[in-house]
């Protein structure tokens, strides 16, 4: 074949590789979106096991020898309830994930990650308790800081959730899981904060009032 010829038949064949080259461009970038869908994944539910549309969900890491705990992604549960979280853990992690799910009411829920990464968060429902807050002599305290301890797996920033304040009277209210113990914490430096206060939570959708007298801090001198 002349070289003018071959030179032809390489030009008619152009826009047929080009057209090729076009659609399997189509085919990696599909691949690539495929491959991309968040591996974490799952739903949300209240009490009763309907959708909890508006629940937030947060992926959090505990470091195992610190215990600091820090928010690494989160997502907001859809009209359905569900959830994806654009994240994928490695396999073998040093430390604690952890998927925690809040909802409007003040209920959390926590689960640590598996092997399937497809979740089904089913948030407690809640009840509120008044703490009234006295000091050691037994007077109410107001306009103090108390917050509630509700253990290592919530982040800082999610605990603010639970800060509140005493008013006049030395009263606050706290709405979280219902039937549960835990310890309300006056983080004032006159007092004992080592020493945990437990409040208890009523069952669901009840409301109660309960009195914690926080102790006087202890003075350690050296000689």
């Not at 919530?154 to 603010?160: D, G, H, K, V």
């Given at each position: 074949m002349h070289n003018g010829a071959l030179f032809r038949s390489v030009g008619a064949l152009r826009p047929l590789a080009l057209a090729l080259a076009g659609a399997f461009s189509i085919l990696a970038l599909g691949s690539t979106q495929h491959q991309a869908k968040p591996p974490i994944e799952g739903a949300v539910v209240d009490f009763v096991g309907k959708p909890a549309p508006g629940a937030k969900v947060y992926l959090t890491?505990?470091?195992t020898r610190t215990i600091e705990c820090k928010v690494i992604a989160s997502s907001t549960a859809d009209?359905?309830?569900?959830?994806?979280?654009p994240i994928r853990p490695r396999a073998k992690f040093p430390d604690r994930i952890t998927l925690v799910a809040v909802s409007e009411s003040g209920g959390v829920y926590s689960s640590d990650l598996n092997s399937t990464y497809d979740f089904r968060l089913r948030l407690p429902d809640v009840s509120t308790t008044i703490v009234r807050v006295l000091d050691p002599d037994g007077a109410p305290i107001p306009n103090e800081e108390v917050f509630l301890d509700i253990g290592p797996v919530?982040?800082?920033?999610?605990?603010?959730r639970y800060r509140t304040r005493t008013?006049?009277?030395g009263r606050c209210r706290i709405t979280f899981n219902a039937?549960?113990?835990?310890?309300?914490?006056?983080?004032?430096e006159r007092y004992d904060t080592l020493l945990k206060n437990y409040i208890q939570f009523p069952p669901a959708g009840g409301t109660s009032e309960q009195t914690i007298?926080?102790?006087?801090?202890s003075v350690i001198t050296g000689r």
């Open positions: 890491l505990r470091h009209a359905q309830g569900r959830f994806a979280l919530i982040p800082t920033e999610l605990s603010r008013d006049a009277s039937d549960e113990a835990h310890g309300l914490e006056v983080p004032d007298r926080v102790a006087k801090a």
